[in-house]
T-cell receptor, first 117, second 114 residues
């Protein structure tokens, strides 16, 4: 496909369960971002990868959140011991450029809607 | 601390008229601004952007205006079409030598009526 894909599209988890969310960025895109969008809010930055290197994880809300991109393409966001406040849409975005020169467009996937019961 | 604010949660405009969506920011380090459009169950789609060295950028029916002194930007859609009905997010970034994370506003839901 030409765009960013994410799976699963919907995930329901019981509180305390671990979940793994997958992102397939656009082929060749160096930068990959994860955002969390709570209901009624705008997306909020979680973490950023340049190829396989995680260069910024300042937005991860707790140590229960972990992201990886081991081969510089597909990325996985893992949430351990999920809690109700983790319920949100998790968006992945990718961009071509490794550094921001004049602002590089980020292409977003459709998101994974996580509901923690 | 909301660094990017969209104070109008919704806006209704008649088809053919102008839609004006507003956005304010507080962080003076922001130097690049973007508008994204989002349909239900889809990810945000890039619409138009503007660098802080400009005060206007135009792309077809869409124009973004930036007033740096007021820390305010606006998106104008002329003429508005029913397909423009969506949630519009304003976003900002600060150049830091690495790919810049975006800070989003809370969005404005635009409805274009017939």
């Amino acid at each position: 496909g030409a765009g960013v894909s994410q799976s699963p599209r919907y995930k329901v988890a019981k509180r305390g369960q671990d979940v793994a969310l997958r992102c397939d960025p656009i082929s060749g895109h160096v930068s990959l971002f994860w955002y969390q969008q709570a209901l009624g809010q705008g997306p909020e930055f979680l973490t950023y990868f340049q190829n396989e290197a995680q260069l910024d994880k300042s937005g991860l809300p707790s140590d229960r959140f972990f992201a990886e991109r081991p081969e510089g393409s597909v990325s996985t966001l893992k949430i351990q011991r999920t809690q109700q406040e983790d319920s949100a849409v998790y968006l992945c975005a990718s961009s071509l450029a490794p550094i921001d020169l004049s602002g590089d467009e980020q292409f977003f996937g459709p998101g994974t809607r996580l509901t923690v019961l | 601390d909301q660094q990017v604010k969209q104070n109008s949660p919704s806006l209704s405009v008649q088809e053919g008229r102008i839609s004006i969506l507003n956005c304010d920011y507080t962080n003076s380090m922001f130097d690049y601004f973007l508008w994204y459009k989002k349909y239900p169950a889809e990810g945000p789609t890039f619409l138009i952007s503007i660098s802080s060295i400009k005060d206007k950028n135009e792309d077809g029916r869409f124009t973004v205006f930036l007033n740096k002194s007021a820390k305010h930007l606006s998106l104008h859609i002329v003429p508005s079409q029913p397909g423009d009905s969506a949630v519009y997010f304003c976003a900002a970034s600060a150049s830091s030598g690495t790919a810049s994370k975006l800070t989003f506003g809370t969005g404005t839901r635009l409805q274009v009526t017939l």
